[in-house]
């Protein structure tokens, strides 16, 4: 399984973007999917999943109203749109995908991890 994460970038508050991640490989679905950040100097944290242990479709409580998760099945790819982004939005976004449907509370039981892409929203 291989997982390609794209669509960072550096944004003002109240901007949106739309994060991308492609999925490959013989093992790889679209079943359960989950996107995480890390900002600098904390931990991982389960920004929303579709599937898994928390839900068809869950939000942590901070995004939730703002970002949307989706996938297209026919390009095997999730996505993450972000809405009125916020500068505490800003960190290294991370999709991941788990054949046991995890929660994403606990990134450390993620089987597999994009590369991670940047996220920057300015005041």
């Known amino acids: 399984v291989q997982l390609q994460a794209s669509g960072g970038g550096l944004v003002q508050a109240g901007g949106s973007l739309r994060l991308s991640c492609a999925g490959s490989?013989?093992?790889?679905?679209?079943?359960?999917m989950g996107w995480f950040r890390q900002a600098p100097g904390k931990e991982r944290e389960g920004v929303s999943c579709?599937?898994?242990?928390?839900?068809?479709?869950y939000y942590i409580e901070s995004v939730k109203g703002r970002f949307t998760i989706s996938r297209d099945s026919d390009k095997r790819t999730v996505y993450l749109q972000m809405n009125s982004l916020k500068p505490e939005d800003t960190a290294v976004y991370y999709c991941?995908?788990?054949?046991?449907?995890?929660?994403?509370?606990?990134?450390?039981?993620?089987?597999?991890w994009g590369q991670g892409t940047q996220v920057t929203v300015s005041s």
């Open positions: 991941a995908t788990d054949f046991e449907g995890s929660s994403v509370r606990f990134p450390w039981r993620w089987d597999y």
């Open positions: 579709i599937n898994c242990s928390d839900g068809s479709q």
């Open positions: 490989g013989n093992r790889f679905t679209l079943n359960i």
